[in-house]
């Protein structure tokens, strides 16, 4: 008998209430686990300059986001991690780094940076990562859900204004639990969600 990845995280997440542990072994930080990370906007053919300096902060977000495993959530109370795979650096690293790639391919910046880096910025994006997961909640044991969701707040360091806030969300669906197939799924939602939100932070700055 073949069992689905919900199937297998639900019989872990019943033993680990039975005192088996297993809901720990899931994300036991001593497995080696393959390595995963996303891509950024590709480079626009003709990328505009600019003058201005944009600073992205770290993102923000829950707990369960704190870490570098790939959230998986089998129903929407239970959160588990995939038990094969992790992101090459903790989430909301990683979504920063996405979002300071993307404005320099997308151009109309003149610097997009992670601090000052000794100079005063004119923009500084803010973030905080609402929803970065996989979901297995449906009633189709085989298929899942993407969903990524950014709440976006451009300052405009002159006079410490609020150029604009904005929430930027997708919900997907894959038709496999695999891992792979969750990684691309994440990976082509957050590609959506970039290419909004990267589009709205232009028109603003």
């Not at 790939?70 to 920063?96: G, H, N």
Request: charged share 15%; aromatic share 4%.
């Amino acid at each position: 008998m073949i069992l689905s990845r919900r199937s297998l995280l639900s019989l872990s997440a019943m033993a680990g209430l039975s005192g088996c542990g297993a809901v720990s072994a899931v994300s036991r930080a001593s497995d080696p686990l393959d390595t995963y990370t996303l891509s950024p906007l590709s480079p626009a053919e003709t990328r505009p300059g600019g003058t201005r300096h944009l600073v992205v902060e770290m993102p923000t977000s829950g707990g369960e986001l704190s870490t570098d495993r790939v959230l998986i959530k089998i129903s929407p109370l239970q959160a588990e991690y995939l038990p094969d795979a992790r992101w090459s650096e903790p989430t909301p690293s990683m979504v920063q780094t996405l979002l300071i790639n993307s404005l320099l391919n997308r151009g109309g910046f003149r610097l997009v940076s992670r601090v000052g880096a000794g100079l005063m910025p004119d923009f500084t994006l803010m973030c905080e990562i609402q929803a970065f997961q996989a979901e297995l909640a449906g009633a189709d044991l085989a298929s899942a859900q993407i969903h990524v969701a950014l709440q976006l707040t451009l300052i405009r360091e002159a006079g410490r204004e609020i150029a604009g806030t904005r929430g930027f969300a997708t919900t997907t669906s894959v038709t496999s639990d695999s891992t792979i197939a969750l990684i691309a799924g994440l990976d082509a939602a957050m590609q959506s969600v970039m290419g909004d939100a990267v589009g709205w932070v232009q028109a603003l700055a």
